[in-house]
């Protein structure tokens, strides 16, 4: 199993980014992908999580209405649309399939 | 500050048996799996224990986990060096309609 994630980076608060997270290794379609972050010396935070079919998804309340999860199964890709950020979102994000396989993570720092 | 609560750190020697503890409520703990994680420096988060007291493949069994009410626990015993680390509790919450973490426990083998 393998999961990779890109597309951090630095960006000016109230910008966008888009995550993405390669995964190869198992079946995808049948899995449920999480996102996750960690703040610069701080424990995990859970961010959403989008089921194996794409049709139900769940975001943290520190998230909701700005970041949107999303998924490419022909593509074995899991996404994060994250809008109007804040330097409260500088973490490393990781996409995590079922808790038991992580990828190495991506920093996004928000910043002027 | 977290939904589920830790101790911020825990100890003990070479061969001692150590527990943290992980507190929550009846829509989290209480009503559903609790997993737990190491990370160490650096690194991504590791899975040790999930649906309570079930170890992926590689993790030894001085590892266990249990719960009690809104409560769970994850022991380790015949402590190595190499357990230094944080260590995180998780579970759903039905509330929030989404994983909780507890703040994490650095583990310090003396």
């Known amino acids: 199993v393998q999961l990779v994630e890109s597309g951090g980076g630095v960006v000016q608060p109230g910008r966008s980014l888009r995550l993405s997270c390669a995964a190869s290794g198992f079946i995808f379609s049948s899995y449920e992908l999480h996102w996750l972050r960690q703040a610069p010396g701080k424990g995990l935070e859970w961010v959403s999580v989008?089921?194996?079919?794409?049709?139900?998804?769940y975001y943290a309340e520190s998230v909701k209405g700005r970041f949107t999860i999303s998924r490419d199964n022909s593509l074995n890709t899991v996404y994060l649309q994250m809008n109007s950020l804040r330097a409260e979102d500088t973490a490393v994000y990781y996409c995590a399939k079922d808790f038991d396989s992580w990828g190495q993570g991506t920093l996004v720092t928000v910043s002027s | 500050q977290s939904v589920l609560t830790q101790p911020p750190s825990a100890s003990g020697s070479p061969g001692q048996r150590v527990t943290i503890s992980c507190s929550g409520s009846r829509s989290n703990i209480g009503g559903n799996t609790v997993s737990w994680y190491q990370q160490l420096p650096r690194t991504a988060p590791k899975l040790l224990i999930y649906n309570y007291n079930e170890r992926p493949s590689g993790v030894p069994d001085r590892l266990s986990g249990s719960k009690s009410g809104t409560s769970a626990s994850l022991a380790i015993s015949g402590l190595q060096s190499d357990d230094e680390g944080f260590y995180y509790c998780?579970?759903?919450?039905?509330?929030?309609?989404?994983?909780?973490f507890g703040g994490g426990t650095k583990l310090t083998v003396l």
């Open positions: 989008i089921t194996s079919d794409g049709t139900k998804k």
């Open positions: 998780a579970s759903w919450d039905d509330s929030l309609h989404g994983v909780v």
